[in-house]
């Protein structure tokens, strides 16, 4: 059986926002190049330049841009900022693939954000779930995709994966476990998102 093919207007457009190395960019990049998969990478946006997740975006055709904190007044006039330059794109909703800021509420009020985090939520949230992890002697963890809501880390879940803690790990080999099946889990959730819609109704979000 083949699948149709799907128009360039069928497909939904999102933005992905980056802060670093961008594996998970680049998941979403090689997902989207099947039209089946449904999704559209309308632009790439960071907090800072000169990051290769910019690099990955620049090589598939990607329109990006940098919305830096320090070029603001405040954080309100950042978060304006970072909503306009969104807005540009006109997507249906925003990937935030390790973006490391605290998004406002500029942007959450106008688009539902998924995030990927690499911690089990609600245990280990914030910017060292790794490290956190495995200072607590914890014998497994993972990672989650969940909604951004104006909390750290505390959106509601729509799909986690486990990772086991092995014996002398490192944070850098344990992360790149979890990356393993970060980006799987991810690709699966923005497709199913792009494809039958997510809403979030009194704090729980859900994909028909
Ligand atoms: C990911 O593990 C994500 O969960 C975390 O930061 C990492 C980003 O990795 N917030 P990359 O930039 O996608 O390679």
Redesign the pocket.
Known sequence: MTTPERSTAERTGIVVL?????????ALIDAAADPAYGVRIVAVGADRAGIT?LHRAAAAGIPTFVCRVQDHEDRAAWDAELARRIGDHEPAFVVS????KLLGPQVLSRWVVL????ALLPLFPGAH??RDALAAGATETG?TVHVVDSGVDTGPVLAQATVPVLEGDTEEAL?ER??AV?HPLLVEYVGRAAREGITVTDGKASIP
Request: glycine share 16%.
């Open positions: 980056v802060s670093g190395s961008g594996t998970n960019l680049q997740g693939a390790g973006f490391m995030n990927t985090h690499p779930a790794v990672c992360h979890i990356k970060e």
